[in-house]
T-cell receptor
């Protein structure tokens, strides 16, 4: 069965610095999708970035980028120039294909120090 | 206006009571999902629906039922609430084809069962 592990329950970073959140997953599939979602105190889940496993190039969205290591089954999220508004829970998620459910990690709480 | 709305946002009830959580969306998406979030466990899928006539059990469907009254509405019911159903509940939608596989989440319902 597929699993997603986020080994850091909480991380903190100084404003304007860079932080990396870790995620590992277990699957026997070769094609799949990986996601990072952000959940601020408002509780709503917001998609941050997605990566297709068949793409070797790491996805980027402005200050957010991933380090996708397929062989190692690792999918870390790098946040550059951290801002106070980045403070939230961050969840890593995996999906096998378009009809399969998302498998979620337990989340990492990110604290931004002013 | 929000694309995915959930009512109520907060609910406190007693053991044995019947509870209905409602979800509405204006995105015109075919697929709708109900998740439960518990601290340290991430999100777990309760039920999902690909269209009005296609409803499927997720990872943790026991104790829950759903109704897809229309494309835009997907309700979750707890027939006889118990304290371990205390959690944060999220509804989400996704477009079936031709678009991004992004899931759009509602703001969540915090349910407390005493």
């Amino acid at each position: 069965a597929q699993t997603v592990t986020q080994s850091q329950p909480e991380m903190s970073v100084q404003e304007a610095e860079t932080v990396t959140l870790s995620c590992t997953y277990d699957t026997s599939e070769s094609d799949y999708y990986l996601f990072w979602y952000k959940q601020p105190p408002s509780r709503q889940m917001i998609l941050v970035i997605r990566q297709e496993a068949y793409k070797q190039q790491n996805a980027t969205e402005n200050r957010f980028s991933v380090n996708f290591q397929k062989a190692a089954k690792s999918f870390s999220l790098k946040i550059s120039d951290s801002q106070l508004g980045d403070a939230a829970m961050y969840f890593c998620a995996y999906r096998k294909d378009s009809n399969y459910q998302l498998i979620w990690g337990a989340g990492t709480k990110l604290i931004i120090k002013p | 206006d929000a694309d995915v709305t959930q009512t109520p946002r907060n609910r406190i009830t007693k053991t044995g009571k019947r509870i209905m959580l409602e979800c509405s969306q204006t995105k015109g998406h075919d697929r709708m999902y109900w998740y439960r979030q518990d601290p340290g466990l991430g999100l777990r899928l309760i039920y999902y629906s690909f269209d009005v006539k296609d409803i499927n059990k997720g990872e943790i469907s026991d104790g829950y039922s759903v109704s897809r009254q229309a494309q835009a509405k997907f309700s979750l019911s707890l027939e006889s609430a118990i304290p371990n159903q205390t959690a944060l509940y999220f509804c989400a939608t996704r477009k079936e084809t031709g678009g991004s596989d992004t899931q759009y989440f509602g703001p969540g319902t915090r349910l407390t069962v005493l």
